[in-house]
Nanobody
Framework: QVQLVESGGGLVQAGGSLRLSCAASGRTFSSYIVTWFRQAPGKDREFVAALGWSGSSSYYADSVKGRFTMSRDNAKNTVYLQMNSLKPEDTAVYFC????????????????????WGQGTQVTVSS
């Protein structure tokens, strides 16, 4: 059974930074894309960023491009989301997800395409 566990969320002031982690068990992360989604209160879950198998291919939502960066440590079976220049509108619960099958980065950006999810970590950005 694939399990994903996010960590690293918290409260930060606007302009600050946070690094989220997503640790996987039950699967070798390196063979699959990993994607971050977020969900703000009252809103749909939205795509944030995705990282390819090798870590060299990435894809970001326009709203976070240039501010957020994904990376992965396959030896630790862990993926990271470095979030800089945070804005109040980045406030949300952040989830990592990975699909059952192999896909290219950016080819699946809707939540219903992902079978495995973490429990989420809260990120709150104060103004």
């Amino acid at each position: 059974q694939v399990q994903l566990v996010e960590s690293g969320g918290g409260l930060v002031q606007a302009g600050g930074s946070l690094r989220l982690s997503c640790a996987a068990s039950g699967r070798t992360f390196s063979s699959y894309i990993v994607t971050w989604f977020r969900q703000a209160p009252g809103k749909d879950r939205e795509f944030v960023a995705a990282l390819g198998w090798s870590g060299s291919s990435s894809y970001y939502a326009d709203s976070v491009k240039g501010r957020f960066t994904m990376s992965r440590d396959n030896a630790k079976n862990t993926v990271y989301l470095q979030m800089n220049s945070l804005k109040p509108e980045d406030t949300a619960v952040y989830f990592c997800a990975t699909p059952r099958a192999r896909y290219g980065v950016g080819s699946i950006t809707t939540p219903d395409a992902y079978e495995y999810w973490g429990q989420g970590t809260q990120v709150t950005v104060s103004s």
